[in-house]
């Protein structure tokens, strides 16, 4: 029998952690689950903190016995875990505000909640993050199903960075934005064959954004305005993680990490209503802002 699982307190989790690991979740109780497990097998990263927020429509996904287990084996294994809920919704942007709150820890890693990681990709993000010191790092998801849907066409859009990354203003239409396209299907594994990397080396690439496992120097993302645009965008909307990780970007630079962890778990949305892109009205209101 399941026994209560005891969900912790904001005031207990805040601390002075290398890392807190920020999940957002709603209704995906088996996908909380696996990517739990994904989090419980990492090594060489003592200590991290995990927050999961849900905002589910019935009870919360950690409740199930097997996201609960995993819950209960990071605890063992010395992490804290916070498990909150944020109701009722305002929204994907105003959630992950909610998330950076609750940490205090240098680096925040926003891990969406249908994302497995494998062994060892934590501790890659933290050491590529130390060694750039740019705004954020990230592992674009593989689709393993697209493991035989070969887009040599979109390898064009790699580029290493050489050095440290440098900010960069990004706006659509532009060649930088067309970078994404290297992030869809399995085309990162792919790119990653072809390279033949040492099973310690990385690299650190070109990008404009990144979806479903970034980690920030929280001070650097909190420095570039965070989520606070929430109050600016209606409830319905999407594309919030491209907003926050345009305006770092702009500040303090970022970059995409291969080889790359991070597996999607390929699971149907639960964003289903999607009226508004965030990244449009925040970049509205910037160029708006900006002197004729």
Known sequence: MNRPLDAGTPEQFRADRLVDVLIPTRNRPAELAVTLSGLAAQEEVPGFGVVVSDQSDGEPAYAHPAAATMV?????????????????????????AYLLAASTARYVLYLDDDVWLEPGTLHRLVTVLTELGCGFVGNAVHGLSYLDDLRPETHGHYEEWGGRPVPERIRPGTPEWDRARIHSAANLLHLTEKLALSSEAWRAYKVSWIGGCVLYDRAKLVDSGGFDFWRRVQEKHQGEDVAAQLAVLARHGGAGVLPSGAYHLESPTTVTERDVEAWEVVLADEDAAQPA
Do not use: K, M, W, Y
């Open 72 to 96: 209960r084996a990071l605890r063992h294994r010395g992490h804290p875990v916070l498990l909150t809920r944020r109701l009722p919704r305002r929204g994907l942007a105003e959630h992950r």
